[in-house]
């Protein structure tokens, strides 16, 4: 340390062990969390299916706002699920609806083969029974924030698959989120839109 003095060190804090003891229960959840690549072969219900959807962008007030935080309430996410056979909804490509939690069926069949290959062929997305599909259509926010609003519509999409990751804890459920793809082949597959963009895909499934 040389003539360094100890006065012009910076100061260190050593913090109380997190009490495994007196954690809440959402503690609980965050600590479990894990990302899951392997799946039973079992069903997911269409009411968990539901769950799972409202958690990810969700209304959760009469004013509208919902269960992930978005920069000026412009909400500029939107959510697709792919549903493979031996699900609780009949296989297709889906989009959910917000303001009326509900789904619209945009592609039938069972289209998991082709949004794997899309994604590097990660046989995790074969193998899970659904997988969320969070995309972003960039104009909603960016009309208001410019190009920080590319920063905050990332942000947003990191909140709504925590809140999957967390649901999923608590309902036995496992997911990983998947950035590993090709953004145009994954635009195929679901026939996205010019001005919509995809940022995660998250296999489900029964751990």
Not at 21 to 32: F, Q, Y
Not at 174 to 197: H, I, Q, R, S
């Amino acid at each position: 340390m040389g003539n360094q003095n100890l006065s012009d060190l910076p100061m260190k804090v050593k913090l109380p062990e997190p009490d495994a003891g007196s954690r809440s229960h959402i503690e609980e959840l965050i600590a479990k969390r894990r990302s899951v690549r392997e799946y039973a072969d079992r069903e997911l219900s269409e009411s968990l299916i539901s769950r799972f959807l409202w958690a990810t962008q969700g209304t959760s007030s009469k004013e509208g706002l919902r269960t992930a935080p978005s920069a000026g309430a412009l909400y500029p996410l939107e959510v697709h699920i792919v549903i493979g056979e031996g699900s609780g909804l009949e296989p297709g490509i889906y989009r959910y609806v917000t303001e009326e939690h509900s789904l619209i069926q945009e592609i039938p069949g069972d289209m998991r083969k082709k949004l794997s290959e899309a994604a590097l062929s990660q046989s995790m997305i074969i193998n899970a029974p659904v997988s969320l599909v969070i995309s972003v259509i960039y104009p909603r926010i960016t009309s208001k924030y410019g190009k920080r609003g590319l920063r905050y519509a990332h942000m947003e999409a990191g909140h709504a698959a925590q809140n999957v990751y967390l649901l999923g804890v608590e309902l036995g459920i496992g997911t990983c989120t998947v950035g590993a793809f090709e953004d145009e082949e994954v635009k195929k597959v679901l026939k996205m839109p010019a001005n919509e963009d995809p940022l995660y895909i998250m296999p489900m499934g029964y751990i």
